[in-house]
């Protein structure tokens, strides 16, 4: 069962403790030596920012899908990241210029992290915080020129500080189809990780199958497990039409147009009890388009703002700015939280 790695940064000790959180996951995800060393030193940098510029924050660090799915089982890389409830920065742009500081230091952070990185995305909002995002892994940018025009990442917090979390987030791709789905196993800790990983490793082998064709096979798979609420989104880029089932309260958002849609699940359990049938949704997929999949950790009435990933946001960071926002100090998060999104491609992508 892969490991979240999350660390709550509030003095200069943890700077260390998420280096080696790099470091273990950069081992987990096979890199070799000198990107672990980049990894690292990325790591760093975002926690002593975190420090410097908010006071505090946390540090997520997992082994993930690159956001752009090669065919078969992706190579995955190590992602990184930073979330506070700062002040926020008021110059984004020149943030991340190397030389740029307001605390009176070398001001090469940041810029060092885009250097670095295979991925690396910011986004900021006065009074609200900051959230960085960095992918570090020979997977991180493969695939781009074959991208069929979207892009998908989350971001998965372990309640508590736990080191499993429940929750479990995979991205695939079999031909001109994209499937993500976001299973969260029943209770917590590494029985439910077991079962929301189980979901994980059959969705490679069924990446090809639509949403409603894939649920049976996660069910079965699923069984002997405590079993999982699961959200399936298939994106078939030749027709431009998203496809989504689900069973059990993982939720799904869609936004269309100026408004966003629920998508709905069935009720039940993925592994111990599913409907007979599985009703599966359609819609249209546009420039426009945004998917959001959530587990329980986010309030249930939760409505992404009209802003969320505008301007073309990474999805991880959309992910994130999410978590963060939901579990602000006065709604403090009371399970594991996973978010994915599924966000097309920027305009200079195909």
């Known amino acids: 069962m892969p490991r979240v790695r999350y660390v709550p940064v509030q003095d200069p000790t943890r700077v260390r403790d998420v280096r080696v959180a790099a470091e273990e996951a950069s081992a987990a995800a096979g890199l070799d030596e000198r990107r672990t060393a980049a990894a690292a030193l990325v790591a760093t940098e975002l926690a002593t920012n975190l420090l410097k510029h908010a006071q505090a924050g946390e540090v997520l660090v997992e082994v993930v899908d690159p956001p752009v799915p090669g065919e078969g089982r992706p190579g995955q890389v190590v992602q990184i990241t930073a979330l506070d409830h700062g002040p926020g920065i008021s110059d984004v742009d020149g943030a991340l210029r190397d030389g740029f500081s307001t605390t009176g230091s070398l001001g090469a952070g940041l ?4 250097r ?5 995305a910011l986004h900021s909002a006065l009074g609200r915080g900051t959230v960085a995002v960095a992918r570090v892994g020979a997977a991180a940018g493969e695939g781009a020129a074959e991208a069929p025009g979207a892009r998908a990442g989350g971001v998965n917090v372990p309640f508590a500080g736990a080191d499993f979390s429940g929750d479990a987030w995979a991205w695939a791709r079999s031909g001109d189809r994209l499937t993500l789905m976001l299973a969260d196993g029943l209770g ?4 439910a990780a077991r079962a929301s990983t189980t979901a994980v490793e059959e969705l490679r082998h069924r990446a090809g199958l639509p949403p409603a064709e ?4 996660l069910h079965t798979a699923l069984a002997g497990t405590r079993g999982a609420a699961v959200a399936v989104a298939q994106l078939d880029t030749w027709t431009g039409r998203l496809r989504f089932a689900g069973i059990g309260n993982v939720t799904a ?15 039940g ?7 007979l049938t599985v009703r599966e949704e359609e819609a249209a997929w546009t420039a426009e388009s945004l998917l959001i999949l959530h587990t329980d950790g986010l309030p249930g009435r939760w409505t992404p703002p009209p802003d969320t990933g505008l301007p073309p946001a990474d999805p991880a960071v959309t992910a994130a700015v999410a978590v963060r926002d939901a579990g602000s100090p006065a709604r403090p998060v009371r399970d594991d939280t ?6 097309p491609a920027p305009p200079d992508r195909p």
């Open 214 to 217: 894939c649920l049976p096979k």
């Open 116 to 120: 670095l990185a295979d991925d690396f």
């Open 188 to 191: 917590h800790g590494s029985e």
């Open 269 to 275: 359990i993925v592994g111990v009890h599913r409907p």
């Open 338 to 343: 996973a978010v994915a999104v599924l966000a």
């Open 111 to 114: 810029g060092t992290c885009r």
């Open 253 to 267: 958002r869609l936004r269309e147009g100026g408004r966003w849609r629920t998508l709905l699940s069935r009720p």
